[in-house]
């Protein structure tokens, strides 16, 4: 497996330890594992957004750049969101993201390949179904 596929997968280990948390917190537990769940939720999409910006630098007039940047904004609003929204909400993101990303793949100036792609369909899959486990869990 190589370093990008490797640490794609560790990144759903806060998603899982914050819903860990939530089930069984420990006395001195320092923070508030839903707020942390969706804060790190909140900053994954906005990284992933941010990643387009790299399989932009070929194209002259690409849409790529603000395509990021309003998935950005859609990240960022969900801070504003009650939870039970925020979740339906981030997940949304996540599978319109890969659905551009997945449409691009067909543009020659980025760099997607077969790999990449399967990969981000895995964990795009296993974080919209972490965040429907959080909706049954939390409410």
């Known amino acids: 497996m190589k370093t990008w596929q490797s640490l794609g997968y560790l990144g759903l280990i806060p998603f899982l330890a914050c819903l860990w948390l939530f089930e069984f917190p420990p006395n001195n537990l ?15 999409l906005s990284f992933l957004a941010g990643t387009l910006w790299r399989k ?25 969101l009650p939870v039970i929204y925020a979740l ?19 543009k020659k100036e980025c ?19 972490l965040h429907g486990y959080a909706v049954v869990l939390w409410f």
């Open 30 to 44: 320092f923070f508030d594992p839903q707020q942390a769940f969706l804060f790190y939720s909140m900053i994954i």
């Open 88 to 106: 339906i909400v981030l997940p949304i993101g996540y599978v319109s993201l890969f659905l551009a990303e997945y449409l691009m793949s067909n």
């Open 111 to 129: 760099a997607y390949t077969k790999p990449y792609l399967m990969m981000r369909f895995v964990l795009t899959l296993l974080v919209s179904l």
């Open 56 to 80: 932009d630098t070929l194209a002259q007039y690409s849409t790529t750049l603000i395509i990021s940047n309003i998935f950005c904004l859609y990240a960022y609003f969900c801070f504003f």
